[in-house]
C-alpha cells in the first residue's frame, strides 16, 4: 500500500513534470491499441527475432521517458539514488508500490528497486508471450529510463513477476 504523504509528495513533483494524470500516461487510447496488436501480431510472425527489435524499441521510449523526469529534476548522474528516480516514479504512475534497498545483496556500486507488482502489466494484457519476452521489454524501457540519467547505468531485473516471483527487483550500477 502506497503512503498517503509519499504520494502526494509525488503528485506535487510530478505536475511540475507535466504529467497531470495517471490516466493521460497510461495508453488507453487508440494509439495504445494499435500498437498493442501491432505487437502482437509483429511476435506472432518474427518470434524470438522480434527481440532485439523491441529491445531497440524499449531503449529508446525509456530515454525519452526518461528524459522528461531528468530534465524537470536535475539529477545527479553520479548518484546511484538518482538512477533509480524515473523508475521509482513509473512505478508510481502505476499505483505500485516500490522501496530502494540501499544495502542490497548485489554487491557494493549496486542499488536496487524493489516493486511489488508489474509496473508494465498493463503493456502486456492479452499478450499470450513468455516471461523471457516481457522481461527484455522491461529491462530495455528501464535501462532507457536511467540512461536519460546516466550513459553509463546498467539495469539487471533479478526478480521478476511475470516469471512467478512475489515481486521484481532492479538492480542498478554505475559503469
Not at 509496473?119 to 516471461?131: K, S, V
Request: glycine residues 8%; proline residues 1%; positive net charge.
Amino acid at each position: 500500500m502506497i503512503s498517503m504523504d509519499k504520494y502526494v509528495n509525488f503528485a506535487k513533483t510530478w505536475k511540475t513534470v507535466g504529467v497531470s494524470s495517471r490516466l493521460r500516461w497510461q495508453q488507453n487510447n487508440s494509439l495504445g491499441r494499435f500498437n498493442k496488436y501491432l505487437l502482437i501480431r509483429f511476435i506472432d510472425r518474427y518470434g524470438e527475432k522480434a527481440m532485439e527489435v523491441i529491445s531497440e524499441t524499449g531503449l529508446a521510449v525509456g530515454y525519452e521517458d526518461g528524459k522528461k523526469i531528468v530534465d524537470n529534476l536535475n539529477l545527479d548522474s553520479n548518484s546511484l539514488r538518482a538512477l533509480l528516480i524515473p523508475i521509482e516514479a513509473i512505478s508510481l504512475l502505476a499505483g505500485v508500490d516500490s522501496d530502494i534497498l540501499v544495502e542490497s545483496n548485489y554487491g557494493p556500486g549496486s542499488i536496487c528497486l524493489r516493486v511489488n507488482d508489474c509496473i508494465y502489466a498493463t503493456l502486456f494484457d492479452g499478450m499470450n508471450i513468455g516471461a523471457d519476452f516481457k522481461t527484455n521489454a522491461c529491462t530495455s524501457y528501464s535501462t532507457g529510463l536511467t540512461h536519460a540519467v546516466s550513459e553509463k547505468s546498467r539495469v539487471k531485473v533479478v526478480k521478476r513477476r511475470c516469471a512467478g516471483d512475489k515481486y521484481c527487483e532492479f538492480v542498478v550500477t554505475l559503469g
